[in-house]
């Protein structure tokens, strides 16, 4: 297996930081390209929010991105985006309340306009995405919330032609408790490579007892950041072996059968890439569905990696529902090593 054909790649460079120090950093009037502020309750224009409850012990936090080209910014439709040319960073905000539409035509209509933005700035291809819904688990009369998510966000990839199926991007999608549908995404020049996980069914190939539509994502994704640098992002990862959630209403159990299935994505991204990979040096967002559990989580982790690892130290906990009522934790992760990826 060769390495991709060598194309000339801006850097883009990510750092994890307390929400204080990303904030400095616009201080001197030139803002970096953009970021991701993890319990902030506003939206800043070039660094928009999750707002969620923070469980990690040093609060707030911040993901931060550094391009290196001259930033532009503007709006398509309903997305707000930052662009150097190559890089395409963005956020859409849709109150249900305000816009008196369903889920699934919010996710379809968000979804369109995210599609235009790529092709307008040049930028097509999907990197990772954030998924943000109020009330996941709730109903929506007479189907799940998430269920009708997936069903707007699929027929949007479908109708602009995009790869719902294989070659779908990283995402998760996680529930919040209030405020607007939020969808954060990363694009760019150069298409990803997409990852699965060999323990279980790739999520858009779930039977349809998950919902008339399954969800439109890959486990992971390697993406190359210029500068001999490979991005690996890994999607919303839990407890699932197969298709089935395992280990019902056991958070440690759970947590232990989640870091076994992050190994496995590792693995399987190893495998396409000389950059090496590895559980311990991840940067991860823990979503906890009960605050209660989140020291059980973090006690599993620090046992399985010890209390010095990156993915122990740098890890920002939120409580969060997640995309199955019965999954009690999910991880998401990223991490940048030396290499190149191959075809």
């Known amino acids: 297996m060769s390495a991709r054909e060598p194309v000339k790649v801006p850097p883009l460079r990510l750092e994890r930081l ?8 616009a201080g001197s009037g030139h803002p970096p390209f953009g970021g991701l502020g993890y319990g902030m309750h506003e939206n800043l224009p070039w660094m ?11 609060g707030p936090m911040a993901d931060v991105w550094q391009a290196s080209g001259e930033v532009r910014s ?29 889920v699934a035509r919010l996710a379809e209509r968000a979804y369109t306009d995210l599609f235009l933005a790529l092709q307008q700035s040049g ?21 799940e919330r998430y269920r009708q998510f997936n069903m707007g966000r699929q ?11 294989e070659g779908a991007p990283a995402a998760c999608a996680l529930g919040i408790r209030q405020g607007a549908l939020c969808i954060r995404f990363l694009a760019g020049q150069i298409a990803p490579l997409p990852i699965e996980n060999p323990r279980q069914v790739s999520a858009y190939r779930y039977p349809e007892t998950y919902g008339p539509r399954s969800p ?86 620090e046992a399985a990696l010890g209390a010095d690892a990156p993915t122990v130290r740098h890890g920002v906990y939120l409580e969060a529902d997640i995309c199955r009522q019965d999954l009690l934790v999910e991880i998401e992760a990223h991490a940048v090593a030396t290499g190149a990826i191959r075809a």
């Open 216 to 301: 439109t994502f890959s486990r992971a994704a390697l993406a190359d950041l210029g500068d001999v640098q490979v991005a690996l992002f890994i999607s919303g990862t839990a407890s699932i072996v197969g298709h089935e959630t395992v280990h019902l209403g056991d958070v440690r159990a759970q947590t232990e059968e989640t870091l076994r299935n992050l190994a496995a994505v590792i693995g399987a991204a190893n495998e396409r890439t000389d950059a090496r990979f590895a559980l311990p040096e991840l940067e991860t967002v823990v979503y906890v569905r009960h605050v209660a559990d989140a020291p059980v989580v973090r006690a599993v982790l």
């Open 48 to 58: 928009p929010g999750v707002d969620a409850r923070v469980l990690s012990e040093g």
């Open 155 to 165: 027929q949007a990839f479908l109708d602009a032609g995009q790869a719902a199926f």
């Open 74 to 102: 503007g709006t398509t439709g309903v997305v707000r985006w930052r662009t150097d040319g190559h890089w395409l960073l963005g956020a859409i905000d849709l109150d249900e309340a305000a816009e008196q539409q369903g």
């Open 123 to 143: 930028c097509p291809h999907l990197q990772r995405i954030w998924n943000y819904l109020p009330q996941i688990n709730g109903d929506g009369g007479g189907l």
């Open 18 to 25: 307390s929400l204080a120090q990303g904030l400095a950093m």
